[in-house]
């Protein structure tokens, strides 16, 4: 089936032309590269679909139970939300800087970009901590303890079963990011990335994006369902 | 049914078998026909044929839907009962099943009918999933914790015939089994004499009613703090947010268990809730209460010895 | 004696250069340590249920025991055997060779992917011995969330864990065959096996995440007691139904598109033939991957979906179903005018054809709305998915293990021995599961630890058989190890095969390829080229 000829060589000669960073099964940085971000987008559709299941579930019991949905959502600090929100955004914005510092060959503004991105999303997830403390302590915690008064307890049970499935998932993603995250600003401070060659802080700022998207999604889902009071 | 069930299931077993074996013979021929033990010989270098690829595309596709589309022809009128039949009600629970008739006779486990009769069983489930199987009529359906399923079947000889229980339910799931018996309509009729005891099923339901209070707001006018439930049975009726939704016993049992879902038109949401003060087998028995509400064809409970219509007559006043 | 060539066997000895390993090579081999290990416990599992079942009490096994045998020997073969089998072993040792590449793309996350199935194997086998799980592989709710006593959250975890294993080997395939082709290698002109592996990645990315989050979910309802399966509170236990199916469905074409790839590659080598109509295969293997995630309610006919869903899945069960077909056919045309040359592998491989025939068309059978009230949830069912998946699949991946051996370990095997293995497995098989069809027709439901005494006959047909197939397993298992010890040299390409994978060396250097394969030729050009010998 195939004609061997010797056209880019063995292993032998191609040491002196290697680049430090490309890994010696792929042929060229640029083929490489494209690997690398291929892969990342292809986790990243299977993080969709992960979520995809919540979204589901979400669906199908928000048409069945509308006004369970409204006075759940109802409960939620809309301020604190919206705060988030913002915060996480710009936290995309700090990650896409520090993607275009590393572009560009400044290691220090790399570093400095990835710092902020992981401070705006500590400040996310303080707020966080602080939300998931005031529903336990309204006993809007699913389970045995939950209290909610009216006849939707039962289907408020499960809006609050998704509401923390679906946002604790989220900050799990975002403190699998931080992990990440340190890491890279580690690699930067060393000075590993140059213009050809700062890939993963590209798949880095992919994956933060992705989470940054979920949380664009969750915050209407869960935190604005009906303000307008149609459902009374 | 059931013989139009086998009648499908060998027509599809015919033509299943047919390509099999055609398949099967064609690799054996041509494995032995076109065998070598010379390992540098080669085949002849056929690529392909488009027309014998549309013919095995397209025969094949013809052919499934002629099976689709009989198969959903029966599964039609085996989910649709006829109009006249014999309403039985049941509930699953770990590990046993309840029948309850009309007239009042309870059975677990076994359920006693007519030869020759359609037969309509309704049924919950207490806890988890089941499945009610009953192999010689070919009819099955899931048990679900919070709906109500159906299945229904006509007995063509007397005897006596399996129920198993068809979805894993724990231990005893094997154990969860019983038997239909078919009685000629003479020994029915003597059987069903016999055992009544606490009366008929909608007069349990009547009992219930008066007992739990439900009388004082739900009145034979609508002048209660809640609709009247005279002659609602089988009529879709209108809601607050302006949909309407059938009567049937799925909505009645779920306006006593979560009365705020499906409100009616006109009326505040005052009703308290009954969730985990009702077996099944109680709403049940008040779903067949409703059901007997009705001012003409003759009122009052519904008995296992005359068929049932699924839909009551019309309404000849307010 | 000359001295040994490099191959990537004997390069490095220490159990770290295996552990440790980068080749793809290696970690294919490993896959097949621990996926034999799991067939092994599975089967265990299947011999105490047919032992138990050929009399109608339960003198065996409590009621309880019972139940969970079915269960593990579900989980364990769904998970740890069937899903990773052809892919992880077959798909990761040969793919990069067919490809003409030095690895797959990642490397580093082809290990982790080994590593994340051990600890999910572990979690599993651990949740099997301090008490075991009971709930059916299915897990359905409310049984599962609410009424089940046994280890159900750490079976969920175990499950979960290696769910990402082939998320990450499927992610990895993927790219591997977008980017790492040799120079000509067109898509056009891949052998079929690389289609097929492409297809099951398709799935594995977009199926997987779906039972990972359902059964993440079931986790969580089971213990910290949320609610969104739970009818009291409003939820659906059907719901669960949906969740579970929408990746259980698509993974059984997880489980046979690989080893359907096997049987392309065996066939046209031992047909000496082009396959018959490769493009229709190509994008049979595509629509199956795609169609596959339109069908999966088909488990639920009579679940509580409603009339009209019904239809649809059913009609899309249909369509699903004629690029199997279309498959089969050009498999067989292929032999048409052949020469065919009877070796071991092509005899698992006629041996796949007829049983995989039976299952599929049994399909049919099952997708038939009015009939599959009548036959869902009893031995017809079971009988269907297992000639599905051990008559197609597993006769598939031991076609493939058969075909790729010489390569993989650089020895054969004794053909004798082989062929007797595939006809004892045929045999035993048939009469294993050809008596189910009936006992399901008559009623007899599955899960069933006790049964009427009139199914008893068909009962122990079946677990002869049983007893039959498990022999024909074993004396597998004996020649293959044999060979490792007495069989004789493979050569490149004992097989006269097309395909790069011939081309190198058994077993292959580290670095697959001395030179950088160019290609220039179609897939299966026996006949118009000449094929090295030995």
């Known amino acids: 089936m195939g004609d061997a000829i ?45 979520f995809g299941g919540l979204f589901l579930a979400y669906m199908l019991y928000r048409v069945w139970y509308p006004v369970a949905w409204a006075e759940a959502s109802r409960e939620l600090d809309i301020v604190l939300g919206a705060f988030n929100t913002a915060v996480l955004i710009g936290s995309s914005l700090t990650m896409a800087l520090a993607v275009r510092a590393a572009q560009t060959g400044k290691q220090r503004a790399t570093v400095v970009w990835i710092l902020l991105t992981m401070a705006l999303g500590f400040v996310f997830l303080v707020v966080k901590y602080f939300e998931y403390k005031e529903k336990f302590e309204h006993h809007h915690v699913p389970g045995p303890n ?87 | 049914m059931a013989s139009r069930v086998d009648n499908l299931y060998f027509f599809i077993v015919a033509v299943t078998a047919f390509f099999a074996v055609v398949v099967s013979v064609l690799v054996i021929v041509f494995a032995a026909k076109y065998h070598t033990k010379d390992p540098l010989a080669v085949g002849q270098p056929i690529h392909g044929s488009m027309p014998l690829e549309l013919a095995w595309s397209i025969i094949p596709f013809l052919i499934s839907i002629v099976i689709f589309a009989w198969a959903a022809d029966v599964f039609f009128d085996l989910q649709r009962p006829p109009d006249q039949t014999i309403e039985i009600y049941s509930t699953a629970k770990r590990w046993m099943w ?103 099923l909608s007069q349990r339901g009547e009992q219930l009613f008066n007992d739990l209070a439900c009388n004082t707001c739900h009145r034979t006018d ?55 003060l009702l077996s099944e087998e109680s709403v049940i028995a008040l779903v067949e209460y409703v059901k007997s509400l009705r001012t003409t064809g003759g009122g009052g409970p519904r008995t296992a010895s005359e068929p049932s219509a699924t839909a009551p007559a019309t309404p000849q006043n307010k | 004696m000359a001295s040994t060539p490099l191959t990537y066997l004997n390069h490095e000895h220490s159990v770290a250069s295996w552990l440790l390993t980068k080749d793809h090579k290696r970690i294919g081999v490993m896959y097949l340590l621990v996926v034999t290990l799991a067939f092994f416990v599975g089967g265990l599992f299947a011999t105490l249920i047919r032992l138990e079942l050929a009399t109608p009490a339960g003198d065996l096994l409590s009621n309880d025991d019972y139940n969970k045998m079915f269960t593990m020997h579900g989980v364990v073969m769904v998970f740890f055997v069937l899903i990773p089998a052809v892919p992880a072993i077959l798909g990761n040792f040969v793919l990069p060779l067919m490809l003409g590449a030095k690895d797959v793309a990642f490397p580093k996350i082809n290990l982790l992917s080994w590593y994340v199935f051990v600890i999910g194997f572990l979690f599993t086998v651990y949740a099997m011995v301090t008490g075991g799980v009971d709930t059916g592989w299915t897990f359905y709710t409310p049984y599962s969330s609410r009424a089940s006593n046994s280890n159900v959250m750490m079976t ?28 000509g290698l067109t898509w056009f002109r891949l052998p079929l096996f690389v289609w097929a592996v492409y297809a099951t990645s398709l799935v594995q990315i977009l199926g997987t995440p779906v039972i990972a989050i359902t059964v993440l979910a079931l986790a969580i309802e089971r213990g910290l007691h949320f609610g969104i399966f739970d009818a009291a509170l409003g939820g659906d236990p059907v719901l669960f139904q949906h969740m579970f199916w929408f990746y259980s469905h698509p993974a059984v074409y997880i489980m046979i598109l690989p080893p359907m790839g096997a049987i392309s590659e065996v066939i046209a080598c031992f047909s000496r033939k082009s396959i018959f109509g490769y493009s229709f295969v190509a994008f049979s293997s595509l629509a199956i991957a795609i169609f596959g995630f339109l069908v999966w309610a088909h488990h639920m006919f009579v679940s509580g979906i409603s009339v009209y869903s019904a239809l649809v899945f059913s009609f899309l069960t249909y369509a699903v179903a004629i690029p199997s077909a279309v498959k089969t056919f050009n498999w067989t045309a292929t032999m048409y005018k052949g020469a065919i040359w009877l070796k071991a592998p092509m005899i698992w491989a006629i041996s796949f054809l007829a049983l995989f025939l039976v299952g599929g068309l049994t399909g049919l059978i099952t997708a038939a709305l009015g009939v599959d009230v009548h036959i869902h949830d009893t031995y017809f069912v079971v009988a269907h998915f297992h000639f599905i998946m051990v008559g197609g699949a ?11 051996w010489p390569k993989i370990t650089g020895r054969m095997y004794s053909e004798i021995w082989a062929k007797v293995a595939a006809i004892v497995v045929l045999a035993g098989f048939i009469l294993t599961f050809g008596p189910q069809f009936i006992l399901g027709y008559l009623g007899m439901p599955r899960r069933y630890h006790v049964y009427p005494d009139e199914f008893q006959v068909l009962n122990v047909l079946s677990s002869a058989g049983a007893s039959i197939l498990a022999v024909g397993y074993l004396i597998v298992g004996i020649y293959l190890i044999a060979s490792l010890f007495k069989g004789e040299d493979a050569g490149a390409n004992p097989w006269h095969a097309t395909g790069l994978e011939w081309t190198t060396q058994s077993p292959p250097l580290p670095h697959n390829f001395e030179v950088q394969p160019i290609v220039t030729r179609e897939a299966y050009e026996y006949g118009t080229q000449e094929v090295t010998v030995g």
């Open chain 3, 394 to 404: 597993v006769m598939g991946f031991f076609a493939g293990l058969h075909f790729w």
């Open chain 1, 6 to 50: 010797a056209v880019r060589g063995g292993h032998g000669d191609a040491h002196a032309h290697h680049h430090p960073d490309l890994q010696h099964h792929f042929d060229t940085l640029e083929q490489q590269h494209e690997a690398a971000t291929l892969g990342m987008w292809l986790f990243l559709i299977t993080e969709v679909l992960f």
């Open chain 3, 156 to 183: 969920g975890i175990g499950v979960f864990i290696t769910g990402f294993s082939s998320i990450l080997t499927g992610l990895n395939f993927m790219v591997t065959i977008h980017r790492m082709r040799a120079p």
């Open chain 1, 146 to 232: 939950f209290v909610f008064a009216g006849p939707e307890a039962g289907p408020a049970q499960i809006y609050f079963s998704l509401y923390f499935l679906m946002t604790g998932l989220h900050a799990t993603h975002m403190i699998i990011g931080f992990f990440i995250m340190a890491v890279i600003a580690w690699m930067a401070h060393k000075k590993r990335f140059t213009p050809e060659w700062y890939t993963p802080v590209e798949i880095t700022g992919l994956y933060w994006h992705f989470v940054d998207i979920v949380w664009i999604f969750l915050f209407p889902l869960l935190y604005l369902v009906d303000r307008a009071g149609h459902f009374a």
């Open chain 2, 222 to 276: 609508d002048t209660g703090r809640g609709p009247s439930l005279v002659n609602k049975f089988g009529a879709p009726v209108e809601l607050a947010n302006g949909t309407s939704v059938a009567v049937n016993e799925a909505y009645v049992r779920e306006s006593i268990l979560t009365p705020q879902a499906k409100l009616v038109a006109g009326f505040q949401p005052l009703m308290p809730t009954f969730q985990g």
């Open chain 2, 98 to 200: 309840k029948f309850q008739h009309l007239d009042g006779q309870n059975e677990i486990n076994e359920l006693h009918v007519p030869v020759g009769r359609a037969v309509k069983v309704t049924f919950t489930s207490e806890d988890v999933l089941h499945s009610m199987f009953f192999p010689s009529f070919r009819v099955k359906a899931d048990a679900i914790p919070g709906r109500y399923s159906t299945v229904w079947f006509t007995a063509t000889k007397i005897g006596e015939f399996h129920l198993f229980c068809a979805e894993y339910c724990g231990t005893s799931h094997s154990g969860m089994i019983g038997k239909v018996v078919v009685m000629e309509p003479a020994a029915y009729q003597t059987w069903l004499a016999g055992g009544a005891g606490a009366g008929s």
